[in-house]
């Protein structure tokens, strides 16, 4: 029985990747993500939240140019911008006004587009994590 590749499978390609501990688990991760045809891209980010939200979202639109998980289109890059604004909006109200970290990855299955945001959000040494998930269909 052939399996379904829908926005699901897609979130969870993309959340899983957010959540590796380090470039060998990421490039490993990628690599069986490919296996059933889903591409994936990740980058880090740091920074006060406020001025990091337009830096971030370029790097997951970059990312996924680079890999090749989108074209160079209005409606593509649109898609992930539109996808990480969502992503981040979801974990907003905990990290305004202190510093993040983290990663945000972009996955990719035909129509399908999800980008995942996993980080840390910092004050002194108390730490608070984060998760956020957009979905865009292109």
Do not use: W
């Amino acid at each position: 029985m052939e399996s379904i590749i829908g926005s699901k499978e897609v979130s969870k390609a993309a959340i899983g990747l957010a959540i590796t501990g380090d470039r060998e688990e990421e490039k490993e991760y990628v690599r069986k993500a490919a296996e059933q045809g889903i591409k994936c891209a990740a980058a880090d980010f740091g920074g006060e939240f406020i001025p990091s939200v337009t830096k971030i979202i370029e790097r997951a639109v970059t990312a996924a140019q680079k890999t090749g998980l989108i074209e160079n289109s209005h409606s593509e890059e649109g898609a992930v911008a539109g996808a990480a604004r969502e992503a981040l909006s979801q974990v907003m109200n905990k990290a305004i006004g202190l510093n993040v970290g983290g990663k945000i990855t972009v996955a990719r299955y035909g129509e399908h587009i999800c980008v995942a945001l996993f980080f840390g959000i910092g004050l002194l040494n108390l730490n608070e994590i984060a998760v956020g998930l957009g979905h865009r269909v292109v």
